[in-house]
C-alpha cells in the first residue's frame, strides 16, 4: 500500500509526482480504519454503510503497480535488483516492526482479555513471525488471522512478494505478455469471488491463496495502466477522484451479489479511478493535503489494528450501548490518525532516513 520514494509522471518530467494519487492513498486508509471498527460494531454486512471498504487493499495493489512501474521500470536494470530490494525494505519494513511491537504490547496488556495466557509460551514465535512477515496462523480466536498481532501484515506479505517478483522478471516482461498475464490474474480472481462469499480474503489460513489472486490481478494492472500510457486527463481534481473513491468504498452491500459487485469495483472500478486520478492535478491549496495524507496513510494502515483487537474484546466483555459507540469509534479513529502521525515523524521517517543514509554508504 505504499509508494516508491518518487513516482515519475508519464506525461511530465522524469521528478514529477502524482499528488492525486497521494491524497486517495490516504482516503482509502482512513476507510479502512472506520470499516474494521464498524464491522465490529455492525456485523450483518448489508446494514455496513461502509461494507467495501475491505477492497481498499485491492485498490493498494493497483496503486503500488503503477507508482512502481513508473519509477522504476527505467531504472531497475541500472540501480539493480539488490539495491531496490534494499530500498523496499527500508520503505516498508519499520513500520511492520512497529506495528508488531504494538501488536505484542496490545496482546499483551488487554484489559478486557486472557486470551495471552493462553499463548503466553508462544508470543515470541507470534512477534518474530510478524516482524518477519512469516504467516503463523495458529489463533482460533483471532480466526486464523496469518498475523494475529497485527492483521493488515496479511497485504504486506503479498506486496513483498509482488515487489520481488516485479525486480526479478515482471520488469523485463515486454507489455503484450503483461497484459496476458494480467488477464490471466483476472480469471484467477473472478473464480475466488465466485466460490467465496465477497473478496475479503487472503488474511486468513482458509483463504491464504485468494490473497495471491487479489495482488496478482490489482498489481499487474497498475503496471499495465502505467506502461499502456491509460492516464485520462481530466479536470476532476483531488476532490472529485475522492469522492468517486468514497462513492465504491460505501456502495450499498447486498450478499446475493457481493462476489459481484467487488469483480465490478476490483476488475473495472479502482484501476478506472487510479488512470483518473493520475490524469488529474491538484489544487495548489489541496496539495499539501495530498501530501499529508500520502505519508500518514501507511503508518495508519500499520498501526491501527492492535487497538482495533482491544476493541473487539472490549465489544465482547462489556457490551457498550449504541449511544457509547457514537462517540467512542470516531474518537478512537481520530486517536489512531494522532498515534499514526506520532509515529511517522518519530520513528518512520528517522528510521528511514538513517538506513537510507547508511545504504548510500555502503
Known amino acids: 500500500m505504499t509508494s516508491p520514494d518518487r513516482p515519475a509522471s508519464a506525461t511530465n518530467s522524469p521528478t514529477a509526482h502524482f499528488a492525486v494519487l497521494d491524497g486517495l492513498r490516504g482516503i482509502a486508509a482512513l476507510a479502512v480504519v472506520v470499516y474494521h471498527f464498524m464491522e465490529i460494531v455492525v456485523p450483518d454486512y448489508d446494514q455496513l454503510f461502509i461494507a467495501h471498504a475491505y477492497l481498499a487493499v485491492d485498490f493498494f495493489f493497483c496503486l503500488s503497480g503503477f507508482v512502481m512501474a513508473c519509477a522504476y521500470d527505467t531504472r531497475l536494470a541500472s540501480l539493480g535488483i539488490l539495491t531496490f530490494l534494499r530500498r523496499r525494505l527500508i520503505r516498508l519494513h519499520p513500520l511492520v516492526v ?17 486470551v495471552f495466557t493462553t499463548y503466553a509460551s508462544r508470543a515470541w514465535q507470534l512477534f518474530l513471525a510478524s516482524c518477519l512477515l512469516i504467516p503463523l496462523p495458529v489463533m482460533p480466536e483471532r480466526t486464523f488471522n496469518l498475523f494475529p498481532l497485527n492483521a493488515p501484515t496479511w497485504s504486506l506479505f503479498w506486496e513483498y512478494l509482488a515487489n520481488v517478483a516485479y525486480a526479478v522478471l515482471l520488469v523485463r516482461l515486454r507489455l503484450g505478455v503483461l497484459r496476458l498475464l494480467t488477464l490471466g490474474a483476472a480469471g484467477w480472481l473472478v473464480y ?10 487472503g488474511w486468513d489460513a482458509n483463504t491464504f491463496w485468494g490473497g495471491a489472486a487479489r495482488v496478482s490481478f490489482s498489481f499487474l494492472m497498475g503496471m499495465v495502466l502505467y506502461r499502456s500510457r491509460w492516464i485520462i486527463p481530466n479536470r476532476l481534481g483531488f476532490v472529485g477522484v475522492g469522492l468517486l473513491l468514497a462513492a465504491g468504498l460505501l456502495f450499498p452491500y447486498r450478499k446475493e451479489v457481493a462476489g459481484l459487485t467487488d469483480m465490478v469495483l476490483v476488475l473495472g472500478y479502482f484501476p478506472l479511478l487510479v488512470a483518473l486520478g493520475a490524469g488529474t492535478q491538484v489544487a495548489p491549496r ?28 472490549y465489544m465482547a466483555a462489556e457490551k457498550p450501548p449504541m449511544s457509547t459507540l457514537a462517540w467512542l469509534v470516531p474518537s478512537a479513529t481520530l486517536a489512531l490518525v494522532g498515534l499514526a502521525y506520532v509515529v511517522l515523524v518519530t520513528v518512520d521517517i528517522p528510521v528511514r532516513r538513517y538506513l537510507s543514509r547508511r545504504n548510500s554508504a555502503a
Not at 512497529?98 to 486472557?114: C, K, M, R
Not at 475466488?192 to 480474503?201: D, E, F, M
Request: aromatic share 20%.
Open 286 to 313: 489541496l496539495a499539501s493535503t495530498c501530501r499529508w495524507f500520502g505519508e500518514l496513510s501507511y503508518p495508519l494502515y500499520m498501526v491501527h489494528y492492535p487497538f482495533v483487537w482491544v476493541f473487539l474484546s
Open 192 to 201: 475466488q469471488a465466485t466460490h467465496n462469499p465477497n473478496l475479503s480474503i
Open 98 to 114: 512497529v506495528g508488531s511491537v504494538l501488536g505484542l504490547l496490545t496482546f499483551w496488556l488487554d484489559p478486557f482479555s486472557a
